[in-house]
């Protein structure tokens, strides 16, 4: 029996599962910090195992690569990835998928001061933290701020872009 390396297998988006988009923001020394993080339920018909390796896949073939250095979003005006923010909302856009989000008021008076958003997408799956539901501070903090979170994901400084820029 034979099998087909995963480099070769068509990418399917349903192994991604259930992406959600958090939005809020941080203290920084330099003033509020804005945060968007992505992240899968882990929920794809194959398992969460399948739904990391799905992610980790998509973002190194959009070359960003898990567990590496910082992108600068603004240095590489092709990235993959953007960020449109307009009428209170935030939009995220890579190969495969569109994310919509709507953002605190702290988290757009952030990005309309920085002009960028903190992107962190993780390969580690949070079932626990479903769309619509509200997700206590201490549960955000203590996934998006733990070391397999953050070990696991790509990091992005990603600009903010306007209908009118």
């Not at 992240?39 to 739904?51: I, M």
Request: overall charge negative; hydrophobic content about 45%; charged content about 20%.
């Amino acid at each position: 029996m034979t099998t087909t390396p995963n480099e070769t297998r068509p990418f399917r988006p349903a192994d991604l599962g259930t992406l959600v988009v958090l939005a809020w923001s941080g203290e920084a020394p330099d003033g509020d910090m804005p945060y968007l993080l992505a992240y899968s339920l882990g929920d794809a018909a194959d398992g969460p195992e399948a739904t990391t390796a799905a992610i980790e896949r998509l973002l190194s073939d959009n070359d960003m690569p898990v567990g590496g250095d910082l992108v600068d979003g603004h240095a590489r005006p092709s990235l993959a990835v953007s960020m449109l923010v307009e009428a209170g909302q935030a939009v995220v856009t890579m190969p495969h998928l569109n994310a919509q989000v709507t953002p605190p008021p702290e988290w757009l008076a952030a990005v309309g001061e920085r002009g960028f958003a903190y992107f962190v997408f993780t390969t580690r799956p949070w079932p626990e933290a479903e769309p619509g539901k509200p997700v206590a501070p201490e549960a955000l903090a203590a996934f998006a701020g733990a070391e397999e979170t953050l070990n696991a994901a790509t990091h992005v400084v990603l600009p903010a872009r306007s209908l009118r820029s």
